[in-house]
């Protein structure tokens, strides 16, 4: 299988035919080896129109998503971003490219562990991941020119509100434990907030102190 062209088909149908137009983001959907991020026996589908399992009960988020999402932070290239759900690290992948660093949260450590590998195979050298409750945000690296929460709330965190700076971007799904809309939430002012309903969406749930709690999740 030839990836790269796989990669390039994904991006044209999935991705441009969606109406994404930033050709940052989408030089580097085209370069980010997206097959890396999953499991051998999945690396054939890595570059079809869906989520796919990466084990512990997470996915990998469908292409289009990721795009979205990072094309909703309106990224040029000096900020930096907060992610919450490294999961496979594909996202985190994209983000390092368009961002100049990110600080990615993940609760189940082998998906950490496995995504740093990934990353330091692809050289990303401008990402911190920390293995933690993510609902909290990280506060010791705060304010964020960009805040992705890629696990369904079911409300907006506060502590990601306060730790977005001034004109910084916040992107998460909010909604029910299996059905989401993705909202943008701006900074304009201290205390002074943008919301923007973006699309319906469907994430695995956010799991902590201001998430879902870990019953929900059996
Ligand atoms: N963008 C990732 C999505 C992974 S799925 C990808 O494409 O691979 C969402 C991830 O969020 C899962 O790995 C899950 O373990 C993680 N997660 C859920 N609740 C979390 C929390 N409170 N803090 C940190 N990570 C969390």
């Not at 991020?37 to 869906?50: I, K, N, Q, S």
Request: glycine share 10%; aromatic share 6%; net charge negative.
């Amino acid at each position: 299988m030839d990836y790269a062209v796989a990669r390039r088909r994904m991006v044209q149908q999935q991705i441009v035919a969606r109406g994404i137009v930033d050709p940052r983001l989408i030089e580097v959907m085209n370069k980010v080896p997206r097959h890396l991020f999953v499991d051998e026996g999945l690396r054939g589908h890595a570059y079809t129109d869906g989520s796919l399992p990466i084990g512990h009960k997470q996915t990998i988020s469908q292409p289009y998503i990721v795009a979205a999402m990072s094309a909703a932070l309106e990224l040029h290239g000096n900020e930096r971003v907060l992610e919450i759900g490294t999961g496979s690290g594909y996202q985190t992948a994209i983000l390092a490219m368009l961002a100049k660093r990110v600080y990615s949260v993940e609760r189940i450590s082998a998906l950490a562990a496995r995504a740093r590998k990934v990353l330091d195979s692809l050289q990303l050298s401008n990402v911190n991941i920390k293995i933690a409750d993510g609902t909290t945000g990280w506060k010791d690296q705060a304010p964020f020119d960009g805040i992705l929460v890629a696990a369904g709330a079911p409300d907006v965190p506060e502590e990601y509100l306060s730790q977005l700076t001034l004109g910084g971007r916040l992107v998460l799904p909010v909604g029910g434990y299996h059905q989401q809309s993705l909202i943008r939430i701006t900074r304009l002012a201290d205390e002074q907030f943008h919301r923007e309903e973006l699309m319906g969406c469907r994430f695995v749930p956010l799991i902590g102190e201001a998430g879902w709690s870990d019953a929900e999740d059996e």
